[in-house]
């Protein structure tokens, strides 16, 4: 594998709240390389939408605070200065944001606000910018982009707002595209013609893409490699198989067993509900000492869980480029721990064993 | 129209309804049976008042709102010798308030909870809680009595003496001009701090824009549009005359013309005046919602 795109070492991020300081990110590292995707998963509240802003500066000054280092084609985002930092916004790395109805400016043409971000790192005219949004419109899929210049907004649906967002974040090139629950706030068939947009661009141009989601499916879909995230820290990460197929921290069995099983059969026209994980995630201004998911936990084997906080340890083969790592006390998989079968123990109705064997059948 | 309409029904039953007789006024001290029953008849004001309410409204649809009582001029001509006055005075006041609200109330949302910030806030509520007649007052003794720098009151027009017509102006603008300011350097804090938390303004941030085009085009310009209401809002208040400084500065305008002719009973005035308040107001909401489809394409059809 080439040089990485992104570096990102010991983030953390500590936001200033009315209820005293909050731990949002506690030392995540990940490094995502080009042409490669990297999925980070987790909870509402897990600290992976902030992760990323804080990348790019783009958390609100004066409350957040951002330590560690973040190099971005080698150069660290964290220490930037402004005016560098603001060049690099757009060509370094480009951003996809979650709800496509209130991510761009309502009172301006789509147009302006592609030509705007062009003319920002460019010294194009005008016409030239115009002529390369066209051109982006068309990329991302849209018909009729010249005409689409001169619309606004809110004449469009939410999936071509969608691919505007995209196009106004390709539209300088990037070599990392970070998108930020880019799918959430669509409609499936959508969210999937968005996914292979972005996985056809991916291919064509190279890039690394950070994809922010608590969607399984998509990380299934799309992903190289996945990050899970909980309490704001990484509790597994590997590539996306060994993650899936063979899950190793309790709040990652949790997250695979939670899924429907659409080839498990409704018993008496009945369907089985949906297995979760009960309770809810720590609040970042009070995480709890230790493992942070304890709590919650349904395995809590080990001593250790409440008191002392688990490294990221690798599981199985560390011979590999991507070892597959959890932090967590119990690493033995459920078929080795044998009687404290994890998936029976999470909520109701649970789908059994059989779908944590092989989840991935369900996620396609 | 209907509006309008509705108004002058409302205008016409307010003024009769205000208890006392224009013609007892009128003769005052030299009252006779005879002469109050000549003058009621001449002023028609010995018709029904459904009549009454025809008769003028008749005439105040060609154009002609009537006599004075007072003075017997028109009341078009009496309104049109005080127009320029008034709308010199609104207009420097709008002004005067643009320029203190938008900076303030920018700054102070740029900066929230910081010393300017509170700062602003003081400002703005001073403004809003101290009495324009004291402050009037308060400029009057500093600087015309003191400083004896500008006219304690009084206008001129501005072809007459453009510089006697700026000194006379400034006192009662600042004025009114900081009162309405104060209001609406609340709006522009809001607004602003609203537009700057919008999420599209991240993305701006996102595609590397410089900082000043970010809050010129994604902020600004988005929180144009609350900023326009209370602009209309505020200059049709000063258009309709802001009584109490134009008494203390002697200022010529329709707020003081209303008030006489209430004193006097003056019904033609009244009416005339009131109703071309309500005009006002209906003008401003027109022009306000038109710049709304200007600012804001969502509001175009």
Redesign the interface.
């Known amino acids: 594998m080439s040089a990485p795109v992104l570096e990102v070492e010991d983030l953390r991020v500590r936001l200033r709240t009315p209820r005293g300081p909050a731990d949002v990110v506690n030392g995540l590292s990940y490094s995502v390389g080009a042409g490669e995707t990297v999925a980070v998963v987790g909870e509402s509240g897990s600290g992976k939408s902030v992760s990323v802003?804080a990348l790019?500066g783009?958390l609100p000054q004066g409350v957040a605070t951002v330590t560690g280092r973040a190099l971005l084609q080698g150069e660290d985002l964290l220490t930037m200065q402004?005016e560098r930092l603001?060049?690099?916004?757009?060509?370094g790395a480009?951003?996809v944001?979650q709800?496509p109805m209130?991510?761009?400016?309502?009172?301006?043409?789509i147009g302006r606000?592609l030509v705007?971000?062009i003319r920002?790192?460019t010294d194009l005219d005008k016409a030239a910018a115009r002529r390369r949004a066209a051109d982006l419109l068309g990329e991302v899929g849209l018909p009729d982009p010249a005409g689409t210049l001169d619309r606004?907004p809110?004449e469009l649906s939410g999936g071509m707002r969608q691919r505007v967002?995209i196009a106004?974040?390709l539209?300088?090139s990037p070599a990392l595209l970070i998108a930020d629950e880019a799918t959430t706030a669509l409609d499936v068939t959508v969210q999937a013609q968005i996914i292979d947009l972005v996985e056809g661009l991916q291919a064509e141009r190279g890039m690394g893409v950070v994809w922010i989601t608590h969607d399984l499916g998509v990380v299934a879909g799309i992903a190289d490699r996945v990050l899970v995230m909980y309490g704001g820290r990484c509790v597994e990460d590997g590539t996306v198989d060994d993650v899936l197929e063979n899950p190793s921290h309790p709040y990652t069995r949790g997250l695979l067993g939670a899924l429907p099983d659409l080839a498990q059969p409704a018993v008496d026209g009945v369907v089985p509900d949906l297995a979760t994980v009960p309770g809810v995630p720590p609040a970042p201004t009070d995480l709890p000492k230790g493992c942070v998911f304890w709590p919650r936990c349904p395995v809590r084997g080990d001593a250790r869980c409440e008191t002392e906080q688990p490294p990221l340890a690798i599981i199985g083969s560390s011979d590999v480029a991507l070892p597959h790592r959890a932090a967590t006390w119990c690493t033995e998989s459920p078929a080795r721990a044998g009687s404290t079968a994890v998936s029976g123990t999470f909520g109701t109705g649970s789908p059994g064993t059989s779908g944590i064997e092989s989840p991935r059948g369900r996620l396609r | 129209m209907v509006v309008l309409a509705g108004v002058s029904v409302i205008v016409f039953a307010l003024v009769h309804l205000v208890p006392g007789d224009p013609v007892r006024l009128a003769l005052g001290t030299r009252f006779n049976q005879d002469a109050y029953d000549t003058l009621r008849e001449r002023s028609g004001l010995d018709l029904p008042l459904v009549q009454q309410f025809f008769t003028w409204l008749g005439s105040a649809v060609t154009g002609d709102l009537g006599v004075s009582f007072r003075s017997g001029d028109t009341v078009t001509s009496l309104i049109a010798e005080r127009l320029p006055a008034t709308l010199t005075l609104a207009l420097a006041s709008i002004l005067v308030a643009l320029l203190i609200a938008i900076p303030l109330g920018t700054i102070s949302a740029l900066r929230p909870r910081s010393i300017i910030d509170r700062f602003a806030t003081v400002i703005s509520q001073f403004g809003i809680s101290v009495p324009d007649f004291w402050m009037a007052i308060v400029l009057i003794l500093v600087f015309a009595g003191t400083l004896g720098w500008l006219p304690s009151g009084g206008y001129v027009a501005l072809s007459e003496d453009p510089l006697g017509w700026l000194q006379r102006l400034v006192m009662p603008a600042v004025v009114t001009g900081t009162v309405s300011g104060a209001v609406i350097t609340r709006f522009v804090r809001s607004s602003v701090l609203e537009a700057i938390g919008a999420d599209h303004v991240r993305t701006a941030q996102a595609k590397g824009l410089p900082a000043r085009q970010v809050f010129t085009w994604h902020v600004l310009r988005n929180a144009l549009l609350p900023l326009v209401t209370v602009t209309g809002v505020q200059l049709a208040y000063l258009l309709s005359g802001v009584v109490v400084v134009e008494i203390v500065f002697s200022w010529p305008g329709l707020g003081q013309l209303a008030l006489q002719s209430v004193q006097a009973r003056d019904y033609p005035v009244l009416q005339g005046a009131i109703l071309l308040f309500a005009v006002v107001f209906l003008v401003i909401n027109l022009v306000v919602d038109l710049l709304y489809t200007a600012i804001d394409p969502r509001i175009r059809r």
């Not at chain 1, 209130?102 to 043409?109: A, E, G, I, R």
């Open positions: 802003l790019l783009l402004p603001r060049q690099v916004r757009g060509p480009g951003m944001f709800d209130t991510s761009l400016n309502p009172v301006l043409t606000q705007e971000g920002a790192h606004y809110h967002i106004i974040a539209s300088n």
